[in-house]
């Protein structure tokens, strides 16, 4: 694991959501979770209106209550 420190916020999170495709990339289950995601992103970007510029915090808000906590706590 590499901690950045000097990292701001949004490269943080651009990194740990370039992690996460990389993962994604090599296991058909976050894949196919990702993909569900994206669509639902869009769709509630749909409702809002324009106004967000980048899904990263949604798509990690997502994974910090889903799969990645699965993954590390309670591997299924
Ligand atoms: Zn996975």
């Known amino acids: ?3 950045a420190s000097g990292y701001v916020d949004g490269e943080l999170e651009i990194d740990a959501a370039r ?3 990389d993962h994604a990339h090599m296991c ?3 894949r196919q979770m990702l ?3 994206r669509r639902t992103i ?3 970007r749909g409702l809002r209106g324009s106004g967000r510029a980048s899904v990263v915090p949604d798509v990690l808000d997502a994974l910090r209550s889903g799969d990645g906590q699965r993954e ?3 591997p299924l």
């Open 35 to 37: 993909d569900l995601l």
């Open 72 to 74: 590390t706590d309670n």
């Open 28 to 30: 058909p289950k976050c």
């Open 19 to 21: 992690r996460v495709y």
């Open 42 to 44: 869009s769709s509630l």
């Open 1 to 3: 694991m590499i901690h």
